[in-house]
């Protein structure tokens, strides 16, 4: 019978728009968890007046107090949505193994961000930024239509920096998007292959790592695409 997660309180410090109906919280944690939180792409299971939901760390690890970025939709996110600023909620510490931003030093990155998996941009791109490998970083949103686009501020940031960022548009129209950000049209694993087909990225199997974080249709999607642009299939990770 598998261990049953252990739950410690948190403070509810701030709530504000993210942009594209999605909305990002701040938490002030019991001081026990902020040591579980060391890798981008983490993330923890919240409760809040019994109800429970799943939601990826965006800001970084070793911060103090933690972001969550979130959209109404059932579970705890609608409680903490409405509760008044200073309430109180109970989270985990962070779960999962996050992604290996020590194995992707010097490589070239893709990561995908899709819908709140986008919470996750903040603690990955800027690690990259960091580090050093702007170049060779390539970030991917995909979002329904220009309306929905989140976390505009962080992408022009990113953008700024050198890092390639595509808003990758299914419906609506790239015009819309602010013409600092790259925009097309189509779902992202269509994008990521027309950029390596007209040779805007360069893939080299060995020396090449995606990150997706998202719906598990999305990471599907890119694992069955990674072996047509010579990509073994494990070279694309996800955060759970």
Known sequence: MPE???????????????????????????????????????????????ETGFFVLASDPGSDPWQLVMRSGGGASDVVLVAPVGSMVELTGALGDG???????????????????????????????????????????GVRVEGE??????????????????????????????ARLGTVRGYVQDVLREKVASRALRLEPDRTLVFAVGGAAVVDALRRVAPTLGLPPERVRSNY
């Open 99 to 141: 992604f290996p931003m020590t194995e992707a030093r010097g490589q070239t990155l893709v990561v995908v961000l899709h819908g709140t998996g986008v919470a996750a941009g903040p603690p990955l791109v800027g690690a990259r930024i960091r580090d050093g490998d702007v170049a060779t970083t390539t970030v991917l949103v």
């Open 149 to 178: 686009l989140p976390m505009a501020d962080e992408l022009l940031s990113w953008a700024a920096a050198g890092v390639d960022v595509t808003v990758c548009l299914s419906q609506g129209d790239p015009a819309a998007i602010d």
């Open 4 to 50: 049953e997660r252990r739950f410690l309180p948190a403070r509810l410090a701030a709530r504000e728009s993210a942009g594209g109906g999605l909305v990002r919280i701040v938490l002030e944690p019991a001081p026990e968890l902020l040591p579980t939180y060391v890798a981008p792409g983490q993330y923890v299971e919240m409760r809040a007046a019994a």
